[in-house]
Nanobody, 126 residues
Framework: QLQLVESGGGLVQPGGSLRLSCLVSADDLRDYPIGWFRQVPGKEREGVACISSRGGSIRYVQSVKGRFTISRDNDRNTVSLHMSSLKTDDAAIYYC???????????????????WGQGTEVIVSS
């Protein structure tokens, strides 16, 4: 079972950068792929990026490729999402989530993830 806590959200101007962190409490984080998702009111939650349990496989949604970078430090129980060249369309509540899959790749479907954090809000505005 996982417990996840996001931090790092806030207000940023278009074109700016922000780094989100997900602190994960787990028996062994190396067994869990972690994903970042985002949601705006009235829309479905969207998978943004994921990283496999050992970090060997990473996926991004097309709209953030080249701008967002996901990384993990299993020794520090942390998964980060570095966001740059932010656009107003990136504004949302960002969630990290996890599921148990010790080997293999990761996926960005919300239905695969039973464990979720509470979210951190990102506002992109001038």
């Amino acid at each position: 079972q996982l417990q996840l806590v996001e931090s790092g959200g806030g207000l940023v101007q278009p074109g700016g950068s922000l780094r989100l962190s997900c602190l994960v409490s787990a028996d062994d984080l190396r067994d869990y792929p972690i994903g970042w998702f985002r949601q705006v009111p009235g829309k479905e939650r969207e998978g943004v990026a994921c990283i496999s349990s050992r970090g060997g496989s990473i996926r991004y949604v097309q709209s953030v490729k080249g701008r967002f970078t996901i990384s993990r430090d299993n020794d520090r129980n942390t998964v980060s999402l570095h966001m740059s060249s932010l656009k107003t369309d990136d504004a949302a509540i960002y969630y990290c989530a996890g599921y148990r899959r010790p080997w293999g790749d990761c996926r960005t479907y919300t239905t695969d993830y039973p464990y979720w954090g509470q979210g951190t809000e990102v506002i992109v505005s001038s």
